[in-house]
């Protein structure tokens, strides 16, 4: 890796993107912007940043500002940072980078990194991209990021609480294997730019194990959030906790029987994870929460948890928006991996089979389509072509 300041395009200028640009650009990389409905203004104005860990920053600019491909011809860059949302079933992440890449100069191949949602994203981007004839990046640097912030104003400002934390990792995770030196190298250098902007970040040999663990928040907690369409605190009241807390623990248990089905053991995932992220929210609470071992014992929460009452988790805000979410990344892709290794995952087939006409719509939307035009389409009733389980034999 070059000694000079690293060279990042960020893909995706929404909440995460801005923070992460701002973070980058902090830690003395030289940073481009890739902008789209809110390109003027950014251009324009900058961007305020409104955060709890980071301070207040009127009108952040990065280095430059684009909004098409053709704004990066020629260019170099180290790293090619994506943190627009994964709609994997609107259009395939490949085709989001790969204008971006064939634009650049290819003289250095640079790294992909992923900072999604989502189990299972890298593969498609690896297998097009990067494991090929004719490669456009290096390798992929996979990242998982605890954060909450969120775009408001039209663009014009972000706002973030104190929860900030990145792991990120080479893909294919090598576990014990080594990383070829110039990898490795890559990624303690966007590590070190990253931690000297305030990041706390990390890196590891198994970023599998990290996106599954956050996975079991999503699947739970922010799946009853997004299907209750009520901010997470609205679930965790002592009025609803009684039908809440089962229903979240049994979709990790679900996630947790993938997971190990598909090679993450204990020591990989380990089961207590599952109290842990379900106490995670649980601080949240406004109720008194009795525990049943000591009747005089109350649970300990607290004011200040790490994520505000209000807080709505990102599916659940594009989902009241309209906008195509995160679907197959968080929900789809579990399902799809227990179905093929004959795991059964009732829960997380209703949280995707309740989700996924409204998905539907809102890409026909999207693509400037009628919902109407796709009724004519074949449905083919053999129950090993379902996604969820337990589908019909019609004969």
């Not at 860990?53 to 430059?64: A, E, I, L, T, V």
Request: charged residues 20%; contains cysteine.
């Amino acid at each position: 890796m070059t000694t000079s300041a690293p060279r990042a395009l960020v893909l995706g200028f929404g909440g995460v993107g801005v923070l992460y640009a701002y973070i980058l650009h902090r830690g003395g990389a030289h940073v481009t912007a890739v902008c789209r409905s809110n390109y003027d203004m950014v251009r324009q104005n900058g961007i305020d940043i409104i955060s709890g860990k980071f301070g207040n920053h009127k009108q952040y600019r990065p280095d430059h500002v684009v909004h098409s491909p053709d704004q990066v011809k020629g260019l170099q860059f180290d790293y090619i940072v994506c943190t627009y949302k994964c709609v994997s079933d609107m259009q395939p992440s490949s085709d989001v980078i790969y204008p971006y890449l064939e634009k650049m100069d290819r003289v250095k191949l640079p790294y992909i990194v992923l900072i999604q949602n989502g189990v299972d994203i890298e593969k498609g981007v690896y297998d097009t991209l990067v494991n090929t004839n004719n490669p456009l990046a290096r390798a992929i640097i996979s990242g998982v990021t605890w954060v909450a912030t969120t775009l408001l104003g039209g663009g014009s400002r972000i706002e973030h609480g104190t929860l900030e934390r990145l792991c990120l990792g080479l893909y294919p995770a090598p576990l014990q294997a080594q990383v070829p030196n110039a990898i490795a190298d890559a990624i303690t250098l966007l590590t070190s730019t990253m931690r000297q902007g305030g990041s706390s970040v990390e890196d590891t040999n198994d970023i599998a194990s990290f996106r599954w663990n956050k996975t079991l928040w999503n699947t739970s907690w922010g799946a009853l959030s997004t299907l209750a369409r009520a901010p997470l605190r609205d679930i965790l009241t002592a009025e609803a906790l009684p039908y809440t807390s089962g229903v979240v623990r049994g979709l990790m248990l679900e996630v947790l029987a993938v997971a190990r089905a598909v090679g993450l053991n204990e020591h990989r995932l380990p089961a207590k994870l599952l109290d842990d992220t379900y106490r995670l929210a649980l601080i949240g609470t406004p109720a008194k929460v009795r525990l049943s071992r000591n009747p005089d014992t109350f649970f300990d929460t607290k004011e200040d948890a790490f994520l505000p009452g209000y807080f709505k988790p990102s599916i659940l805000v594009d989902l009241e928006h309209g906008r195509p979410m995160e679907l197959d990344p968080i929900f789809g892709n579990i399902v799809k991996l227990g179905r093929k290794h004959n795991v059964d995952t009732p829960r997380l087939d209703m949280v995707l089979a309740s989700l996924k006409p409204t998905q539907l719509r809102f890409i026909c939307n999207a693509r400037g389509e009628q919902a109407e035009t796709q009724q004519s389409n074949i449905y083919d009733a053999l129950p090993s072509l379902n996604v969820t389980g337990n589908a019909p034999i019609l004969s």
